[in-house]
């Protein structure tokens, strides 16, 4: 059984970093496609950033493109979302999830992490 954990959440002013962390257990991930998503209150979840496991080729969505970074640290099984330059408009729950056939199925999610984004 595959478990996520998100963890880093919290209050930041607008302008303002955060990086978040999402710690894997349970399987091999090598081959594993890992995303961040985020959900924000009355919208739909979205994607936000991706990175492959294996070669660490990234994916990020306009809207955060130049600001966030995704990473990984194989060893400690943990990807990363650093987020520079915050706005209020980034306020969500933020999402960690796991592809393990890379077919943009995701099929684990971790609990979830709240950021919040005063102006």
């Known amino acids: 059984q595959v478990q996520l954990v998100e963890s880093g959440g919290g209050l930041v002013q607008a302008g303002g970093s955060l990086r978040l962390s999402c710690v894997a257990s349970g399987r091999t991930f090598s081959r594993y496609y890992m995303g961040w998503f985020r959900q924000a209150p009355g919208k739909e979840r979205e994607f936000v950033a991706g990175?492959?496991?294996?070669?660490?080729?990234?994916y990020y969505a306009d809207s955060v493109k130049g600001r966030f970074t995704i990473s990984k640290d194989n060893a400690k099984n943990t990807v990363y979302l650093q987020m520079n330059s915050l706005k209020p408009e980034d306020t969500a729950v933020y999402y960690c999830a796991a592809d393990p056939d890379v077919d943009g199925r995701y099929m684990y999610w971790g609990q979830g992490t709240q950021v919040t984004v005063s102006s």
């Open positions: 990175i492959r496991w294996s070669g660490g080729s990234t």
